[in-house]
């Protein structure tokens, strides 16, 4: 595949991968073709990226799968942010299960198969947050928005059919904002975030001093319900860490099941809220909560989820890692006469030895997990707390194997996901872990 030339392949995709690509062999290696289904035969030619690296495109669809649906988005083809907009729900529900039941099965030696539950998440206007760089192609104005997977202009976010109409046409507003002070050299990412009512909070970012000068110092116009802060961050949680808020409201409020949360910058909001109630319905389940049962939840955010435990439990005790969380999620149970929920700051293994020093107890444990695992600082200390039921809720199958890979004394027994993001090879893993028999 050196010197690609007008070299092209008719080929039949195989499978998908992590990501949700197709992929297939050309001259006896596997490559990756991403808008493939399996069962599908294509023509695809290559094409050479930024760094020289081969990669491969579809040309013509020669015989398309029954599973193949309109993408509905005219930037599809060139946006790595819902590769599998083009592909049926079963496909993206098989597809994701087989990449959880593999994780579990390769680092556990487990077989769990995988429960999916219906989530009535929309496959358009889910998203209620969004992060965007500023790109530019060639002449033309900068835009916010993704760079483009292949050799296509930016993908422009104010067009992206998964965010939802408010945080598009919020993203529009205040980009325009932005071109009529003459600041679009100075901003290099924009974070947004939609809340209950059209509320709504905006973070500028930008790298250099002179730019974070005159972004604060710009005659913003203030908007009913809104929040502009700017940050020196353009990468990472320092990105809101680090934001001083020009004008608006300090919290960003939103609703769960009728349950109304503020969340300040550097604490959590949803990004689908559309799938929390099914996420609180799984949660509990999975749980068993008696009246008598004692919780402790690692990861606890401003309390989205523990409001609802908390009424099924004799006593909820939250921690997290972001001290606005845990004081927010405080705040918030008060408000809402949840009076059992008490709420911590700090690292998770670091709280589980305090409790314990204390005399605290617990019977269940919730463990709500990112993309990367916990680590073993973690599972060292957890089996001491001795609960009969953990629930790990993972965006990352394979990072919660990988904890539960080095949990001394307890196995996976149940496997649920919830399809929080259409379009995405990413839905929410849940999975019961209990004592080892």
């Known amino acids: 595949m050196t010197g690609c030339g007008d070299l092209t392949e008719d080929v039949l995709i195989g499978r998908l991968n992590a990501r949700g690509d197709g992929t297939t062999q050309v001259e006896g290696r596997r490559v990756i073709v991403p808008g493939a289904l399996p069962g599908e035969r294509v023509r695809i030619s290559p094409w050479h990226d930024a760094r020289g690296r081969v990669r491969w495109r579809i ?29 049926a729900h079963t496909t ?7 990449a959880a039941e593999f994780a579990v099965r390769r680092r556990l030696g487990l077989s769990v198969p995988v429960s999916t539950r219906y989530t009535p998440v929309a496959q358009d206007g889910f998203r209620a947050r969004l992060s965007a760089g500023v790109y530019a192609e060639g002449e033309s104005a900068p835009v916010p928005g993704m760079a483009p997977r292949g050799d296509g202009p930016p993908i422009d976010l104010r067009r992206c059919p998964a965010q939802s109409a408010e945080s598009r046409a919020a993203l529009s507003r205040v980009w325009a904002e932005v071109e009529d002070l003459g600041l679009t050299q100075r901003v290099r990412r924009l974070t947004l975030s939609m809340g209950a009512n059209a509320a709504t909070r905006v973070v500028l970012s930008a790298a250099e001093p002179d730019d974070v000068a005159a972004l604060r110092m710009a005659p913003w116009t203030p908007r009913p319900r809104w929040t502009l802060a700017v940050s020196p961050r353009t990468d990472g949680p320092g990105v809101e860490a680090e934001a001083v808020t020009l004008y608006g409201p300090e919290a960003l409020p ?16 949803p990004q689908t809220p559309g799938s929390l109630t099914a996420l609180r319905a799984a949660t509990l389940e999975l749980l068993a909560c008696t009246a008598k049962s004692r919780v402790l939840e690692l990861g606890c955010g401003v309390g989205t989820l523990s409001a609802a435990i908390a009424r099924r439990c004799e006593a909820l005790v939250g921690v997290d890692m972001v001290r606005a969380a845990a004081e927010d999620a405080a705040t918030n149970m008060a408000a809402l006469g949840v009076l059992n929920a008490r709420f911590r700051h700090g690292r998770a293994d670091q709280a589980i030895r305090r409790l314990l020093a204390g005399g605290e107890r617990f019977d269940r444990v919730v463990l709500h997990g990112m993309r990367l695992p916990f680590g073993e600082a973690l599972t060292n200390v957890l089996p001491a707390v001795r609960p009969a039921r953990i629930v790990y809720i993972a965006p990352s199958a394979s990072a919660m194997a990988r904890d539960l890979a080095t949990l001394r004394g307890y196995t996976l027994t149940r496997l649920e996901q919830l399809e929080q993001m259409p379009g995405t090879a990413h839905p929410l893993t849940l999975g019961l872990v209990e004592p080892r028999a």
Do not use: I, K, N
């Open 254 to 269: 939103f609703e769960v099941d009728g349950d109304r949360l503020h969340a300040r910058l550097t604490a959590w909001t």
């Open 59 to 87: 040309d013509a669809l020669l015989e398309a799968s029954p599973e193949r649906v309109a993408p509905a988005c005219d930037q599809h083809a060139q946006c790595s942010g819902c590769p599998l907009r083009h592909a």
């Open 92 to 98: 993206r529900a098989a597809h994701a299960a087989e």
